[in-house]
Every structure is written in structure tokens, then in C-alpha cells.
């Protein structure tokens, strides 16, 4: 069926997709690759080689390692989500915006807490051949995002289930060429799995209903990493990184039900969409510096090129062109402060801080990703019983600047050849979110 309510949740949908997938600094990034990383606050993420997880925070690293060793962990997050002052309207309208009608608005709950818990999983593997050269590999996920809301969910017009994981499996190696210089480079093969539910309200020959729109979507990518390091003394370590872009075309399969539709003989609807999608360039700049044979302080700043993501353009496999919707991200920085003492031959104590600012847009910001400016305060430790293995544990508690989701969607549909009325329907709400994150990491040293 060609209609414009196909159209507009399918868009919706797959737009919602590209937002969860794409979310980097700021939003949805995931940070989860290092716990050891994780105590100082990623701070030295591109310059201090302490164990495997550096195959991720800068491929350059691997030949400063003295052997082999093998990095795995996970951190588990604890998210609280809190809404207040949540408001709908409804209304039939002309199809340009003009009210006809108005209407009562969705009604229901605004629980919040719709993130939950969550375990992000990672593990890493580097290998010196001799002084120079050096091999690795790493599992990891450096996307996600889930916003499962109650099934009475007020905005459940605008979205009212998400779910998005990205994978990333890394190929290394590194060179070192002097005392000096090191340089690396990694090729990344990513997968993108999505699932994403909306409640589409439609104006029948029957009554107004709501109608439960469902896709589901996936893709293969190929992108690379790129490091520098560079030590001018032996107390001094400056690393650069950089992340390539990576292209996605996201192809999903759409359905919408409704009892509703069933009584007028429609049944199930059906389509098929693909949306072309690029994630953004990452660079990646810290410095180590070694205080003192036990303390060393770190610095790192993080840029993402959200800018080339000025629009969402959604193409069906028979419609041709489904939306074309405007969204103006800006560029995001992130910036990073930590330190690590070591307390004696077995622990190791740190902390750190990131500022994490959000590439998102006041007017476009949605309930499935209602995120914002982010503050990151961590705690860490290390401890290493035998020379060749260490534990590492740390806990962050990262609270973002309580945000606004305004957020407006116009659906209509055609039954038996003729065009429903057009409603819009409109969520506004408060947003305040925070989370806890529990890190525990084992390096085996071979």
C-alpha cells in the first residue's frame, strides 16, 4: 500500500536508528573499552600504554608493551532516567500544519527508568615480535543505546522502544621506529543491529486508534584507526589518534498492526526502507606525563565531526525517496583529566573527570535519545598480585544537564483509496539522567 503513513513511521523508525548508531560524543557513545582506562577517565586514552586495551585507545601503543598480554573486562551500568512535567496534544490538521480539530492528546504514565542496566563487554590481545613491531586484536562495542518505556509510555507516538548495539572487531599493528616514534593502524569490521517500536495514531472510518509500527535492521562496515605517539623524553608521552568514518547502509524490514486494521480488511502492512548513513571522524589527542616514579597526570581532548550530519534521507524499495528530514548536528568535544598513583610494587590508585558535550540539537531532540551535555567523575585501581597478572576495578557516576524533548510527528493513511485526516501529535517533557558504571578488568602478561 502507497501511503503516507507508511511513509512517515517507517522514517521515523529508521531515523531513530541512525541517531542510536551514530550517537559518538556525547548521546549514546559507549566509553567501555578500558577499565583500567576507565579510573582516570579516559584521560590518557591515546598515550598511556599500561596494558592490551591501548589496541583500542591508540594502535601505536602495542610496540611500546614489553610482551604479550591479553586484556578483557566489562563494565556493568546502572541508569536512572526521570520525566516530569510531560504534556501531550493532538490535533487533525490540514497537512500543512493548519489545526482542524483539535484532540484530547495521548494519555498514560511517564515512569522514566526506561534505559535499565546494562553489561558492555570487551577484550583485547597484544603481541611484540621484537622491538619494533607489534600485532593485536580487539572485540568491542563502541555503540549502543536501549530506551524501553512502559507499554502506557505518554510519548509512545513519538517512540516508545529503542534498541541499537554496534560490534567492532579490530585487526593491529604497530611500528616503532626509534626511541621516539610509533605509529599504528587498525582496519575495523562493524556491525549495526537495530529494533526500533512507535504507536502511530490513525484517524479510521471507526475511530481513532493507534497503530503499533515495528523495524528491524541491519549492516556490515569496514572502517580503519590511525595512531601516533611520540615520547621527546622518557617522562613525556603525547599520542594522536584518529578514527575513521564509517559508511552504513541500514536495510529494515517494517510492519504496522492494529485490530483496527484487521476490521477494515487491511491486515498487516508491510514495507522494506534502507537508509545510508555515515558515523563522524574521531580525533584523539592526550598527554602523559610522568611527575614523579609514582605519579603521572594525564590530559585528553576528543573531537567528533558531527557536522556532515545535516539530514536523514530514508528510500523505500518502491516509493523511491521517503523523507528527507533536517537535523544540523554541530561538532562535539569531549575533554578528559586524570592521575594514577602508584601506592606500592601492587596497587595502583586513580581518578579523573571528563566534560562530554553533546552534538545533539534543542529542536530536533527525541524521546528515544533525550540526552544531553554529560559531567564524568571516576574512581579506579589496580592491583597486581604476580608480576604477570593485574586487576583492574573503577566506578564512574556520569549525570547529564537535565534536557527538554519537544518533539512534534504528523501521521495519516489511506484506506480503501481514500486519505485519512492528518494528525499531529506532539510530547514535551523533562528529562533528567544519570548512571553508575561498575568496571572490572583481568591482564595476563605472557
Do not use: C
Request: glycine share 10%; aromatic share 10%; net charge negative.
Amino acid at each position: 500500500m502507497k501511503n503516507k503513513f507508511n511513509r512517515l513511521t517507517l522514517a521515523a523508525a529508521v531515523t531513530a536508528a541512525a541517531f542510536a548508531s551514530q550517537a559518538q560524543a556525547g548521546g549514546f557513545q559507549l566509553n567501555e573499552q578500558s577499565v583500567s582506562g576507565q579510573g582516570y577517565g579516559h584521560a590518557g586514552r591515546s598515550s598511556n600504554v599500561h596494558d592490551a586495551t591501548i589496541v583500542y585507545g591508540n594502535p601505536a601503543g602495542m610496540s611500546f608493551l614489553d610482551r604479550a598480554q591479553l586484556s578483557a573486562g566489562a563494565t556493568y551500568l546502572v541508569v536512572n532516567n526521570d520525566i516530569k512535567n510531560a504534556s501531550t496534544s493532538s490535533a487533525v490538521t490540514d497537512g500543512e500544519g493548519n489545526v482542524v480539530q483539535p484532540l484530547g492528546g495521548a494519555q498514560g504514565s511517564n515512569d522514566g527508568d526506561m534505559v535499565g542496566n546494562k553489561t558492555v563487554p570487551f577484550a583485547f590481545y597484544a603481541h611484540p615480535v621484537n622491538e619494533k613491531l607489534a600485532f593485536g586484536f580487539g572485540v568491542y562495542a563502541p555503540f549502543g543505546s536501549k530506551t524501553d518505556y512502559e507499554d502506557s509510555f505518554q510519548g509512545r507516538n513519538q517512540g516508545n522502544f529503542t534498541e541499537v548495539a554496534v560490534v567492532t572487531a579490530q585487526p593491529t599493528v604497530s611500528y616503532r621506529f626509534n626511541e621516539q616514534w610509533s605509529v599504528g593502524a587498525g582496519i575495523t569490521y562493524n556491525r549495526v543491529d537495530g529494533e526500533l517500536h512507535r504507536q502511530v495514531p490513525v484517524a479510521t472510518p471507526v475511530g481513532l486508534t493507534e497503530v503499533d509500527s515495528r523495524v528491524e535492521g541491519d549492516d556490515e562496515a569496514w572502517g580503519y584507526n590511525l595512531g601516533v605517539i611520540y615520547q621527546p623524553v622518557p617522562e613525556t608521552t603525547l599520542g594522536l589518534t584518529y578514527r575513521s568514518k564509517v559508511d552504513y547502509t541500514l536495510e529494515g524490514s517494517f510492519t504496522a498492526t492494529s485490530p483496527v486494521l484487521d476490521q477494515l480488511g487491511i491486515g498487516t502492512v508491510t514495507d522494506d526502507a534502507t537508509l545510508d548513513l555515515t558515523t563522524p571522524e574521531i580525533v584523539n589527542f592526550s598527554i602523559t606525563q610522568q611527575m614523579t616514579d609514582r605519579l603521572k597526570l594525564m590530559l585528553g581532548a576528543s573531537w567528533a565531526r558531527w557536522n556532515r550530519f545535516e539530514r536523514i534521507l530514508v528510500n523505500g524499495d518502491e516509493r523511491g525517496e521517503i523523507t528527507n528530514e533536517e537535523q544540523h548536528y554541530s561538532n562535539s568535544w569531549a575533554f578528559s583529566a586524570g592521575g594514577e598513583y602508584q601506592l606500592n610494587p601492587q596497587w595502583a590508585l586513580r581518578a579523573g573527570v571528563t566534560i562530554d558535550n553533546t552534538p545533539t540539537n534543542d529542536d530536533t531532540r527525541s524521546v528515544r535519545i533525550p540526552s544531553d551535555d554529560r559531567r564524568i567523575f571516576s574512581l579506579g585501581a589496580g592491583w597486581t598480585p604476580i608480576e604477570s597478572l593485574t586487576l583492574d576495578f573503577a566506578y564512574s557516576y556520569l549525570t547529564e544537564r537535565g534536557t527538554h524533548v519537544n518533539q512534534t510527528k504528523t501521521d495519516s493513511f489511506t484506506v480503501n483509496g481514500q486519505q485519512t485526516p492528518t494528525i499531529a501529535s506532539t510530547y514535551s517533557a523533562d528529562y533528567k539522567n544519570e548512571a553508575h558504571g561498575f568496571g572490572a578488568q583481568l591482564t595476563y602478561r605472557f
